[in-house]
């Protein structure tokens, strides 16, 4: 895939909500100075040279509070001007005001925020009264202008729900992107929400035949993903792609990370932007040098698999932090992955062989009509977006 540079600061590791299934850290964590949000756009000056997205993420990065947006992102915006910085959001919106609406609405930030479904099934994983409070920021967002992308986390309990699920997102109009609950690696029962491979493989399944069947009303944004990655044979998000040297997290200390998910684990910090490391000084860092052994793992271990070019063995975060940095195995999504893009490759084939002008087997001749539109529409409303 292109490379694509990322760079994600995490503001606070704090968060207001209290979901079961994440680990979740008081409110009052510490947060990012200004002092080091300078230090992020001293290292970050001469790095790389390539456009830079840069991502708040968290914890909840609304905690950080208007002033602290008000001038880091000038701050960010001018002292990177040459990389022509484009912001991105990923929040609950609790916190969302009409104050810090405006800021964001002036750099143009998209917002992504969670909503695992309708209030009932969502309260239930992530606490009673979320589903409200976060709908009452989306207000604020769509009255300001935002553009607001919700990522819906599947669980063991939720995945029961997931026609329940699908219709609430198509109701409202609202773009979905999903996530599989994974086992976590602070809590006293680590697999009580975490979402099994074979469950996520069926979602996926169930949900590319929803994207088919309702192509002009609803996006699955995972689904076009896998579509594009499938047509394309490379991958387009960290998930399907090699995203080590490519993405970095920034703490709220200003600990460099692989990626947010890492962020607060004292392993995988790679160096510190106090220091303003080059890509080399992060690449020979001992977490910088176990990603590239997971990627050499992948390279071996994934080399028979007709998705490899693609897939890159998933996520590496979700394939070493359970095991503490030992490198066990792929992203144990692996049978999740294989199965939807067997079936996207598997349908895509089927579909070039009868696409018209194709000489037809008599076989097949007589008994063709398509009852909902084929990967191929999905890939022809993908591309022309
Ligand atoms: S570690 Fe996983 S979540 Fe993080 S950038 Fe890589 S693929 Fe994405
Ligand atoms: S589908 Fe599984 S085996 Fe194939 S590349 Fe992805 S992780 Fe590796």
Redesign the pocket.
Known sequence: MKSVFHVMLIPTLGCPANCSYCWSSEEDSPVMSIETLKEVVAWLKNFRDDPVTITFHGGEPLLAGADFYREALPLLSDGLAHLSPAFAMQTNLWRLTPELADIFAEYHIPLGSSIDGPKEVNDVQRGEGYFEKTMRGYEIARAHGLSVRFICTFTSYSVDFREEIFRFFLKNGLTMKLHPALPSLRGSDPEKWALAPEKYGDLLLYLLDQSLAHLREIDIMNINDLCRCVFTRQGNVCTFADCMGNTFAVGPDGSIYPCYRFVGMPEYVMGSVYDRPSPEDLRRSAAGRLMQRYKEF?DR??G?????TY????CPYNAIAPFHGDIRG??P???A??RI?DEISARLNTEMYESPGMEQSPLRRGRRKRAQPGIMSLVHKIVSE
């Open positions: 992948v271990e994934c028979d698999c007709a998705h490899i897939c890159r063995g998933g792929v992203d999504h692996c049978p992955y294989r893009f």
